[in-house]
């Protein structure tokens, strides 16, 4: 019994080629006109809105600097008090800090360790993983406070009753703030 023939793939022409071709092309050219009708409806878009676009912008920068005023009193009353959880919505972690002090200690140890060694050079990122983990005598150790906003302030302060007023009312434009 001998073993079925296998066929052989069929011979790609010119004119398939060619038909494919043309139909990257179509497909090309629409999806082109597709993107340029989207690109002019956003920019019409951005013109018709500009002045709620304008205000979203500044109201982020505004957010965005209450923010970190925010973060630098908490971590201000945390440095005076230790109290970590001074208000609702507002939490102080410690975050652990490692950097290294003495780079040829670093690079002695890597050598003889074999851990964080690119020739020659230390890698630093690899030096002080382990140093969270074990202590190295030329890796220093701080922990530092962080600040931590809860990205829900409406459900929390509803739920301890201290929902400020926002410039608009209670919740400010839309339920914002």
Known sequence: MTAPQQEAPPVVGVEMLAEQVRRVQTLRNDLAGR?????????????????????IKERAAEVEAAEMALRA?????????????PTAGVEV??????????????????????????????????ILKVATVSTLPFVSHTT??????????????????????????????RGTQ
């Open 35 to 55: 993107q340029e009708e989207l690109g002019e409806a956003q920019r019409q878009f951005l013109v018709a809105h500009a002045a709620q676009v304008l205000v």
């Open 73 to 85: 009193l908490a971590i201000d009353h945390f440095t005076r008090t230790g109290e970590t959880k």
């Open 144 to 173: 530092t406070p962080q600040a931590q906003i809860a990205t829900d302030l409406d459900k929390v302060l509803v739920t301890v009753g201290s929902r400020p007023r926002g410039p608009e009312g209670p919740a400010g434009p």
């Open 93 to 126: 972690k410690q975050r652990n800090v490692y950097a290294i002090t003495d780079a040829v200690a670093a690079l002695a140890w890597a050598k003889s360790s074999g851990v964080g060694l690119v020739p020659e050079s230390i890698d630093e990122k690899a």
